[in-house]
């Protein structure tokens, strides 16, 4: 922290500092936004972990726009906050690749144009469909009428160059997504994806709501990461309040995570084996899936562990029969699983797949921001559970360092055999008392929630005014990592493209929110 | 005994693992009423408009190796030109509009509309959104919905039986 006021002091950037637990806001004059991030943005090695506006015209006349940075370090969260009266401010995205999406997005709900920012097309209102008017404004009533866009996808021309365009629609049981391929024979030479498909007004629906009906909202954001989408809502209720959460309530919530990553990583594994055409471990591999869902139901009462999380605990309770049902079957999960693992690696043609296709270099995922699992499989060590232990105690982050499809595979099977072991380690040591406080008093606050969700870092950063949400900013993972497939995908051929996205397996409902 | 072996032999030993009874007698149900009305085969196409993924997971569960709905005479196909049936999910959110449309376009007559989870019968939670244009019947008409947040394979298969009879 020293050092970082000191490099900001020396850059004539005298910040406003305002702090929550672990939270550090620094205020700054929009001159000085850009140093400011660039300085936390190398100090930190932090990528921008979100970005966002707030229409604060009513009580200051201002926008305002907070860039979060990660010290994994110093374990806090820092942002850097300025105020902008509008209608332009200026972009980052140019020295910080991970704000440019975020940028995008300032642009197309706010109105405010990020000046220098080279790429102004619009992520979710598609053009097609969303005449004018920016929804996250508070004087918002509805679109405005105007004339239908078109959207322009980056050409590329050449001799024997043509465009592949698939989906919104997809030939599987999946979300709808749009992708843009540029080939030349086989290789993939350009990607681009335009997803936005599955908006649904998400942060605009969490306005004005109480805490309780924001964590009921938050569980379906993201339909596989129910439990932390709810955990990270939760928790920044919690922290803008200032309420405690039992000790055994923790306990429980470390355990019902890691039985959402038990599953979800399961059938990931299926599935990537699927996409090869290897048939049989995905059989294997959706069986293991199905008993782990049905503990969830049977457990919680949800097979998605849905209804669970609610500010200030949990509302189910494990008690001796049920925890001693909840090891032995993980046990039995754990068993089939390595079963799985030994099925996978006996077959040199799957191996052969999966090797080398799909490469994220280390380097290209910093640059671009990518994060979660995706990240640590290119060797970028970021794991929120490591950062914060709170129940956990001695976490082993997997990671591995080639970025392909095995690497994202492998990391898998060892979160999942380590979920496995904390679940262990969590039950013996399940303190006993309440599971929740009493119902939270909710007043006014601002703070971030977070979780390690199965996929990555799950943010919610909300502001409470008289017990009411007044702005809600949701980051799922896979906000940062769709643009981390689209750049694995080059130089592969096209029929490798399903086990590349399969491996990333990025959620389309998390992402358009 | 190779690998392949090991785990058969595994889950001999184990036991066969199976589904609540009432799943397979309701899928015996099925199987009746899906061979004399759709001489035994009977082709869903399943289009996400905007749900949160939870809807399409159960539906993917419903075809694994412990529920397997397929052997009930139930298929789930890549193109809607193989469809007697389309089977759509979530709040229908303004983008998908024009693409559940073109899928509705694409299936050969006669065709039947399904509705799964809450958000697809009136936009549940999400109801209210600028940009939800409704439940699927605001876009499609919709012969059956199958209610559940997400409906579980057992609920689906229920669902089947009660529209065919």
């Known amino acids: 922290m020293e050092k970082l006021l000191f490099e900001l002091t020396r850059l004539g950037i005298v910040p406003v500092k305002l702090t929550n637990e672990n939270e550090v806001y620094l205020e700054v004059s929009p001159v000085d936004f850009k140093p400011a991030c660039l300085a936390l943005h190398k100090l930190l090695r932090s990528t921008v972990m979100l970005m966002f506006a707030e229409d604060r015209r ?3 006349g201002t926008f ?12 806090q969260w820092y942002f850097v906050e300025q105020k902008v009266p509008g209608p332009v401010f200026g ?42 008017g920016y929804p996250l404004r508070k004087d918002f009533e509805s679109a405005v009428p105007g004339p239908i866009g078109n959207y322009p996808f980056m050409p590329v021309e050449g001799e024997g160059v043509f465009e592949l365009p698939v989906g919104p629609v997809h030939a599987g049981i999946i979300g709808p997504g749009h992708f843009r391929f540029s080939v030349a024979g086989e290789p993939i030479i350009n990607l681009e994806s ?10 605009k629906m969490f306005e004005g709501r109480d805490a309780a009906s924001a964590a009921k909202l938050s569980e379906c954001v993201a339909g596989d990461a129910a439990f932390s989408h709810s955990l990270a809502c939760c928790r920044g209720v919690e922290r803008a309040c200032g309420i405690t959460v039992p000790p055994r309530g923790e306990y429980l919530r470390g355990i019902f995570l890691e039985l959402e990553r038990l599953y979800n990583h399961v059938a990931d594994v299926g599935t990537i084996a699927l996409d090869v055409g290897f048939s049989f471990p995905a059989a294997e591999a959706s069986v293991i899936k199905e008993n782990l869902q049905a503990l969830n139901g049977e457990l919680t009462g949800s097979r998605f562990l849905k209804h669970v999380n609610l500010p200030g605990g949990v509302s189910r309770d494990l008690d001796q029969a049920s925890v001693k049902k909840l090891l032995a079957q993980t046990a039995v999960a754990a068993r089939d699983f390595r079963r799985l693992r030994e099925i996978l690696y006996s077959s040199v043609s799957f191996l052969d797949r999966v090797e080398t296709t799909g490469a994220l270099s280390k380097k290209l995922a910093e640059d671009l921001g990518v994060i979660g699992l995706a990240g640590r499989a290119s060797g970028v060590k ?33 979160e999942f055999e380590e979920s496995v072991r904390q679940i262990e380690r969590l039950a013996a040591r399940l303190p006993e ?4 406080g009493d119902e939270p008093l909710v007043g006014s606050g601002r703070a971030l929630g977070w979780a390690e969700s199965w996929r990555g870092p799950v943010l919610y950063w909300l502001r409470f005014t008289d017990g009411k949400l007044a702005r809600a900013k949701i980051v799922d993972p896979s906000f940062h990592n769709w643009i981390g497939l689209n750049l694995a995908a ?6 490798d493209f399903p086990v590349c996205n399969k491996s990333f397996n990025l959620s389309y409902a998390g992402n358009d929110l | 005994m190779s690998v392949f072996d090991k785990v058969i032999a595994a889950r001999l030993a184990r036991g066969i693992v199976t589904q609540p009874i009432e799943y397979e007698k309701r899928g015996a149900e099925l199987k009746d009423l899906i061979a004399a009305k759709f001489s035994r085969s009977f082709f869903i196409r399943e289009v996400d408009t905007g749900s949160c993924g939870a809807c399409e997971s159960e539906i993917i569960a419903a075809t694994n190796p412990l529920y397997d709905l397929q052997r009930y005479g139930v298929s789930f196909v890549a193109s809607p030109r193989h469809a007697d049936a389309l089977l759509v999910t979530g709040p229908v959110s303004k983008n998908m509009v024009l693409a559940l449309k073109k899928t ?11 509705s799964a989870g809450d958000c697809a019968l009136n936009g549940g939670v999400f109801k209210g959104s600028y940009y939800i244009a409704g439940g699927v019947n605001a876009v499609l008409p919709v012969t059956l919905h199958i209610p559940g947040c997400p409906p579980t394979p057992l609920t689906l298969v229920k669902a089947l039986i009660s529209f065919l009879r």
């Open chain 2, 104 to 114: 509705y376009d694409a299936m050969p007559e006669p065709k039947l509309v399904i």
């Open chain 1, 58 to 60: 009513s009580s200051e």
């Open chain 1, 382 to 414: 970021l794991d929120l559970r490591e950062v914060f232990p709170g129940v956990y105690d001695g976490l082993k982050v997997v990671s591995r360092e080639k970025g392909d499809v095995l690497a994202r595979l492998e990391v898998r099977l060892d």
């Open chain 1, 433 to 436: 008392g309440a599971v929740a």
């Open chain 1, 194 to 203: 335009r997803l936005g498909f599955t908006h649904r007004g998400v942060e």
């Open chain 1, 490 to 495: 080059l130089d592969n051929i096209v029929p």
């Open chain 1, 91 to 132: 972009s980052i995205a140019k020295d910080i690749y991970s704000a440019n999406l975020f940028e995008r997005e300032i642009k197309e709900m706010f109105g405010l144009e990020p000046e220098g920012n080279p790429d102004c097309r619009r992520l979710r209102l598609h053009d097609e469909v969303w005449p004018g």
């Open chain 1, 64 to 75: 305002t726009i907070r860039a979060g940075f990660i010290g994994t370090k110093p374990r």
